[in-house]
């Protein structure tokens, strides 16, 4: 069986429990406080560019909206199956996304970020790379990636596939090999087990608590994310990945009041298929904190941390650096 090490810090979009996210400046505070991975979610540009956002809708997370001359490029489209309406990273070119200025997501609960509205630009996925290894000679310790491919089948479908681009980015870099710095996740399959037939870095499963990959809909595969989660499901996960990132109440679920309920056996089954695992989101805001924790995040990383995860994702990179 895998030797599985101490459990790693996922900087979960950089810093951004105090920049806005996917930004170097929360990349780089990231690394600052701690983190051992910096989590870019990929998407593309029209001229086949990938940038760091959340969304490929990007009104959200950029100044779009006071732009005027891209007012006309409003749009509406289905992604994932849902009906979305905004500004799309695919209809921009690179050098029209850097003329946009990225802002908080979620103004209303980090306040304090929208100081730095309009100050930052879209990264591209080679400039993290930079940082990365800058600041990796910088602060003297090796600061992995941890890239997400966005909507993949979407992408595939409109001709802007993510994965060519993403291991070309990535071989012209240096990463090669099982012990490269990196980690590739997906919460689709499809892709996962195409990237593991092209590369031996490692891939990551993701798994929500909820619904199902949107490649099992385009491809009426009846399975949800609850059928990956088993004993049977996470053995044929491990022919092509190295470790499930998950929604961490799949690992201790909570009630409809928010209250803990008694842990699963998920870790130690995927320990026994010889997976890691990587629990996400963790977010110091009682918003996100379940009843048991309010005011007191530092409890939820050391519940996890018994518990035996390999990695966090986290908004505050500095909590969870406490209690490694």
Do not use: C
């Not at 001709?159 to 071989?171: D, K």
């Not at 130690?268 to 379940?290: C, K, M, Y």
């Not at 995040?297 to 966090?312: A, I, R, T, W």
């Amino acid at each position: 069986m895998e030797q599985f090490t101490a459990s790693i810090i996922i900087a979960h979009r950089g810093a951004s429990g105090y920049r806005p996210e996917h930004t170097l400046a929360a990349y780089e505070l990231a690394i600052d406080l701690g983190a051992d991975y910096i989590e870019p979610d990929l998407v593309a540009t029209k001229d086949g560019v990938l940038v760091a956002r959340h969304e490929n809708e990007i009104s959200e997370t950029t100044d779009i909206t006071q732009h005027p001359e891209f007012a006309e490029r409003r749009t509406t489209k289905i992604i994932d199956g849902e009906s979305k309406t905004g500004w799309f990273t695919e209809d921009f070119t690179l050098a029209e996304l850097k003329t946009l200025r990225a802002k908080e997501r979620i103004p209303q609960v980090r306040s304090q970020n929208t100081i730095y509205d309009g100050l930052l630009a879209i990264p591209t996925f080679q400039e993290i790379i930079d940082l990365a290894k800058t600041k990796s000679i910088a602060v003297g310790r090796t600061i992995g990636i941890y890239p997400e491919t966005k909507h993949p089948t979407y992408f595939q479908s409109i001709g802007l596939a993510l994965e060519a681009p993403l291991l070309a980015i990535l071989q012209a870099n240096g990463y090669q090999g099982a012990n490269a710095p990196i980690f590739i996740q997906s919460f689709e399959v499809s892709n996962l087990k195409y990237l593991a037939s092209k590369t031996d870095l490692p891939l990551v499963q993701l798994l929500n608590n909820t619904g199902k990959p949107y490649d099992f809909v385009v491809n009426a595969d009846e399975r949800t994310y609850s059928d990956l989660v088993t004993k049977s499901g996470l053995q044929e996960i491990a022919e092509y990945a190295q470790a499930i990132g998950i929604h961490k109440n799949l690992i201790v679920p909570i009630d409809s009041n928010k209250k803990l309920l008694s842990s699963t056996s998920l870790v130690s089954d995927a320990h026994a298929a010889s997976l890691l695992v990587h629990a996400w989101t963790f977010r110091n805001e009682n918003l996100f904190l379940p009843l048991d924790f309010q005011d007191n995040p530092q409890k939820e990383y050391e519940l996890f941390f018994s518990l035996g995860v390999d990695g966090v994702f986290s908004d505050f990179p500095d909590t969870a650096n406490l209690l490694k």
